[in-house]
C-alpha cells in the first residue's frame, strides 16, 4: 500500500505499485499537492510518467504539463531531461510539450532574453504554478553570479525579465546580502569562481558551453 510523508513529501511506493496502473489517480494528486507545497518528488513522477508511457489511453495532458514545468523549475539539475526521456516523441513535437521543450533548450542554453519571449507566450502552461518565475530567476542569477565579474543593468534586466522597481529591488536585495555595488548602472558582482563552481543544485554544475552562451548573448 502507498503511503506518503507528509503533505508535499515523497511519495512511498513498494516495487508492485511501480507497475500498478491503478495507482495513476494517486500519483496525479501528489502532482497537484507539490504544487501546493511548492515541492519537488521525482521519483513518483517519474513512475507517473512512465505509466503513461505504458498506458496511453490513462495519460492526462494537464497533469503532464505540471510535472515538466515542475521539472524545469529544478535547473540546474537533470530532473527535465530525465522526465522528457519518458515522453513519447511524437508527443514532444506537439504542443503543449513543444513549447516547453523551446523553453529548456532557451534556459540551459543560458538564452535567458529568448527564455522570457516565449514564456510569455505560453504563460497559460505555469502561470497556475507558484514560484516558476523565481525559480528560473535564481537560476539565471546562479549563471550571471558564475559568468560576470559586472553587468549592465539593462542586461541584467533582461537576463532576469524585471524592470522598474522590481529590478531595483532585486539589485538592492543582492547588495544588501550577496555583496554586490552598482555605480552608474553597472552593477559589480561579488563573486567568487571557484566557490560558486563547487554549489551545484541536484547533483549538477554548469558547462562552460553554457556560461559562454551568456556571455555572447
Same mark, same amino acid.
Given at each position: ?143 550571471? #553570479?558564475?559568468?560576470? /565579474?559586472?553587468?549592465? +543593468? =539593462? %542586461?541584467? @534586466? $533582461?537576463? &532576469?525579465? *524585471? !524592470? ?26 561579488? #563573486?567568487?569562481?571557484? /566557490?560558486?563552481?563547487? +554549489? =551545484? %543544485?541536484? @547533483? $549538477?554544475? &554548469?558547462? *562552460? !558551453? ?8
Amino acid at each position: 500500500q502507498k503511503k506518503k510523508s507528509g503533505s508535499g513529501g515523497a511519495m512511498e511506493l513498494s516495487a508492485s505499485d511501480r507497475y500498478n496502473p491503478e495507482i495513476v489517480p494517486s500519483l496525479e494528486e501528489h502532482v497537484d499537492r507539490q504544487i501546493t507545497s511548492k515541492s519537488f518528488d521525482l521519483s513518483a513522477n517519474l513512475v507517473l510518467l512512465r505509466m503513461y508511457q505504458f498506458f496511453p489511453d490513462r495519460t492526462n495532458a494537464d497533469v503532464l504539463v505540471k510535472v515538466l514545468v515542475k521539472a524545469l523549475m529544478q535547473l540546474p539539475g537533470t530532473d527535465f531531461t530525465l522526465c522528457t526521456y519518458l515522453i513519447p516523441h511524437r508527443f514532444q513535437l506537439e504542443e503543449p510539450i513543444a513549447n516547453l521543450l523551446a523553453l529548456a533548450q532557451h534556459a540551459e542554453c543560458m538564452r535567458f532574453k529568448e527564455f522570457w519571449e516565449v514564456a510569455s507566450s505560453c504563460k497559460n502552461l505555469w502561470g497556475s504554478i507558484p514560484g516558476f518565475e523565481e525559480s528560473i530567476r535564481n537560476f539565471a542569477l546562479h549563471a550571471i #553570479n558564475l559568468t560576470f /565579474s559586472s553587468i549592465h +543593468k =539593462t %542586461k541584467l @534586466g $533582461e537576463t &532576469l525579465s *524585471l !524592470s522598474g522597481g522590481a529590478l531595483d529591488s532585486l539589485i538592492k536585495d543582492q547588495c544588501a546580502n550577496a555583496g554586490w555595488a552598482i555605480d552608474n548602472d553597472v552593477v559589480t558582482l561579488n #563573486n567568487n569562481i571557484k /566557490s560558486q563552481l563547487s +554549489k =551545484t %543544485k541536484g @547533483g $549538477e554544475a &554548469l558547462q *562552460l !558551453s553554457q556560461l559562454r552562451s551568456l556571455i555572447n548573448t
